[in-house]
Every structure is written in C-alpha cells, then in structure tokens.
C-alpha cells in the first residue's frame, strides 16, 4: 500500500541548511501523472505549501520561499528530498510530505496520501 | 499572490448541519479541495475537484464551488466530525494555496 515517511532533524541552528527526505512506498516517482509536495506547519498555525516534484522531475516553488528552497528526488530509493537554506526560528514547524495525482490544478485532484509528519525546531 | 480566506470558527450542534466557506478571486474558475485534520494528525483529502469525495470519506461531506466561494457541508454532523478544515486549490495553476482554516467545534 501507499506510504510516506518524513526524516531528518529535529533540531537545527539558525541559519543552517535544514535537510529533509519524504521515502514513499507502494507507488514510484517516475510513474506518470504522479507527484509529491512538501507542506509544513507551524505548532497552531495554518498549512503552507512550500514545493512539488513531478514525475518528469519538473519542479515548483513556493513564491515567497523559492530562493531558499530545493526539491529533488532519487527514483531509485524512491526518497525526495527538500533543502531549505538559512533557517530561522520562524521556521519552526511540523513539516509534512505528500503524493498527489495530476498536474497542479488542471486536474483538481488534492494530495491523497500524506506522511506523518515531523516537528523540526529551529533554535540556538 | 493568491489568497483564501475561511471563517476561523464554526460551531455546530450534533446531528445539524455545518457549512465551511473559503472564499478567493474567481475562485469558482479554479478547483477546490478539503482536507480534515485532528489534533496530531496529518489532513485527510475529504473533497477534490469541487465536489468529489475520496473512497472511503461519508457521504454526509459535500462540496460545492461557484463564484468567489467553495463551500464545505457536513449534513447530520457528528461529534467525531470535530477537526480544523482546510481548503485548497491553485494560484498560476500549479502553485497551491490553502485557506488559513476553520476549527468545527460540534457541542
């Protein structure tokens, strides 16, 4: 069946590289019409977007964080990774990774399988 | 940069109806999905493309889209229907945007 796995640290220091990788299963990342989006959350606050990975490894970015963020994947391990540079406290949040049918709103499908998530603390 | 705007709190009694706006710019030109999330949990997909529940999801959640409003629809709610609400759609096609949330308080 269908499984996402957030991992990576939990604790980063400002303005580090905080690195994480979303390991799927029961699907592949180069099976057409399919993607994967990383989200987060900070503790009591509202979902945010931050990128997307298609199957034909193109990319989308969130407009307010693009330049400090980097999506890629590793078909083979089937694991996406996300990097974002020069974290801050504010980035202190539950991050979560998530699969998605189709290409972005054209097709209207949401994010049918999510990860469980993981809290990541940015702090001195 | 787009924006969807949602109520912050409904309340709602068991076994009455309870409906969830989320409201953007033409947003009925777009499509609309709703996620459910519990406390400690990650969202549950509950309603894509406008109007479509995921296998699974009761038939007592409904959606609709049209104009500047989608709206969510729990007919007969139930207690366990407690959660923050999310809508969701796309910004440029492809960039996503989700709504600030709605807590469903159900007493």
């Known amino acids: 069946q269908v499984s996402l796995k957030e991992s990576g640290p939990v604790l980063v220091k400002p303005t580090e590289t905080l690195t994480l990788t979303c390991s799927v299963s029961?699907?592949?990342?180069?099976?057409?019409?399919?993607?994967v989006s990383w989200f987060r959350q900070p503790p009591g606050k509202a979902l945010e977007w931050l990128a997307h990975i298609y199957s034909n490894d193109e990319k989308s970015y969130s407009t307010s964080l693009k330049s400090d963020l980097t999506i890629s994947r590793d078909t083979s391990k089937g694991q996406v990774v996300l990097t974002m540079t020069n974290v801050d406290p504010v980035d202190t949040a539950t991050y979560f990774c998530a699969r998605k049918v189709g290409v972005g709103g054209y097709s209207g499908d949401g994010y049918d399988y999510w990860g469980q998530g993981m809290l990541v603390t940015v702090s001195s | 940069s787009y924006e969807l705007t949602q109520p912050p709190s409904v309340s709602v009694s068991p076994g009455q109806t309870a409906s969830i706006t989320c409201s953007g710019d033409?947003?009925?030109?777009?499509?609309t999905c709703w996620y459910q999330q519990r406390p400690g949990q990650s969202p549950v997909l509950i309603i894509y493309?406008?109007?479509k529940r995921p296998s699974g999801i009761p038939e007592r959640f409904s959606g609709s889209n049209s104009g500047n409003t989608a709206t969510l629809t729990i007919i007969g709610t139930q207690v366990l229907d407690e959660a923050d609400y999310y809508c969701?759609?796309?910004?440029?096609?492809?960039?996503?945007?989700f709504g600030g949330g709605t807590k469903l308080t159900v007493l």
């Open positions: 493309q406008d109007d």
């Open positions: 969701q759609s796309w910004d440029s096609g492809t960039r996503v945007v």
């Open positions: 029961g699907f592949s990342l180069s099976e057409s019409r399919l993607g």
């Open positions: 033409k947003l009925g030109d777009k499509y």
